[in-house]
T-cell receptor, first 113, second 110 residues
Framework: NAGVTQTPKFQVLKTGQSMTLQCAQDMNHEYMSWYRQDPGMGLRLIHYSVGAGITDQGEVPNGYNVSRSTTEDFPLRLLSAAPSQTSVYFC????????????FGPGTRLTVT | KNEVEQSPQNLTAQEGEFITINCSYSVGISALHWLQQHPGGGIVSLFMLSSGKKKHGRLIATINIQEKHSSLHITASHPRDSAVYICAVRSSGTASKLTFGTGTRLQVTL
């Protein structure tokens, strides 16, 4: 099993550009989530999904969109990148909800100039 | 005040020392996770606890629900234990949300 994969590993964007961060898992997990990690702060939840076709907002959803058309994939879209979105982004998955072990992807380091 | 507080923020130990990292939280929870973030950035789940104590190799995690406190212990520490250790809680009634502490950076030297 590949586990949770994320692409790209690094990305530099200019303000206003859009892009999609990819996340995929091959463990048949229902629950998938996106977090951002900023210096001096804990990981913060952006969006999450409890199954295909179901998504919901976390604590910092503004500027991001998600969709879950399959169990395996959970892409995160930045609609119009801003310098405040410079961060490291982690995708995670687990069975059903967060009372189960969470498996994290390797992260995407995004810089917006 | 953050919902999840970890202490210490930074910790330096010599190889072989017994290490304790603390996590206090202010809300009712149904689960607590301990995670390890390697210097390269990858995050690995160490434990998920809802009560009592769990042990895996040299790592021991305990939780006291009444006192809203958990500890992660590392026995016979080794330089490869150097990492950031993160505590996260699942609040009661919020099955899909984890709240994370800011982490404890551990450096184990020879």
């Amino acid at each position: 099993n590949a586990g949770v994969t994320q692409t790209p590993k690094f990305q530099v964007l200019k303000t206003g550009q859009s892009m999609t961060l990819q996340c995929a898992q091959d463990m048949n997990h229902e629950y998938m989530s996106w977090y951002r990690q900023d210096p001096g702060m804990g990981l913060r939840l952006i969006h999450y999904s409890v199954g295909a076709g179901i998504t919901d907002q976390g604590e910092v959803p503004n500027g991001y969109n998600v969709s879950r058309s399959t169990t395996e994939d959970f892409p995160l879209r930045l609609l119009s990148a801003a310098p405040s979105q410079t961060s490291v982004y982690f995708c995670a998955s687990g069975y059903r909800d967060t009372s189960y072990e969470q498996y994290f992807g390797p992260g995407t380091r995004l810089t917006v100039t | 005040k953050n919902e999840v507080e970890q202490s210490p923020q930074n910790l330096t130990a010599q190889e072989g020392e017994f290490i304790t990292i603390n996590c206090s939280y202010s809300v009712g929870i149904s689960a607590l996770h301990w995670l390890q973030q390697h210097p390269g950035g990858g995050i690995v789940s160490l434990f998920m606890l809802s009560s009592g104590k769990k042990k895996h190799g040299r790592l021991i995690a305990t939780i006291n629900i009444q006192e809203k406190h958990s500890s992660l212990h590392i026995t016979a520490s080794h330089p490869r234990d150097s990492a950031v250790y993160i505590c996260a809680v699942r609040s009661s009634g919020t099955a899909s949300k984890l709240t994370f502490g800011t982490g404890t950076r551990l450096q184990v030297t020879l």
